[in-house]
């Protein structure tokens, strides 16, 4: 049988290929380094989400569930950070940091 790289490899394999071989080639090109660098860290979100463990339907489910509530707070508001709605979007900001940037700091996201 074959080697095959999971998901995981072949997205550190494309974002090594960026950062080594393309970015050096584009760098004087202002707009085409910038486009290489977010997709670099776009491929760092994809490989952040695989290793935490959510499946591409479970990222499409969360993503549903946040426009859910996005249209509920427009509708009601919110009027105290300790509401219900005001738990729930703490905690979610928690996941999104997780994925989005985990070196940031969630100390300030009190419960």
Do not use: C, H
Request: net charge neutral; glycine share 4%; no cysteine.
């Amino acid at each position: 049988m074959q080697y095959r790289p999971d998901a995981k490899d072949l997205i550190l394999a494309v974002q090594d290929f960026l950062m080594k071989e393309i970015l050096p080639l584009v760098e004087d090109k202002e707009d085409i380094s910038y486009k290489t660098l977010v997709s670099w860290n776009m491929l760092g979100v994809l490989v952040r989400e695989i290793e935490n463990g959510y499946s591409p339907t479970e990222v499409q489910e969360f993503r549903k569930s946040q426009t859910k509530l996005s249209q509920k707070i427009r509708s009601e508001g919110i009027s105290s950070p300790n509401s219900q709605a005001g738990i729930e979007i703490k905690e979610r900001l928690r996941e999104n940091l997780k994925i989005a940037n985990p070196r940031y700091s969630l100390e300030n996201l009190t419960k």
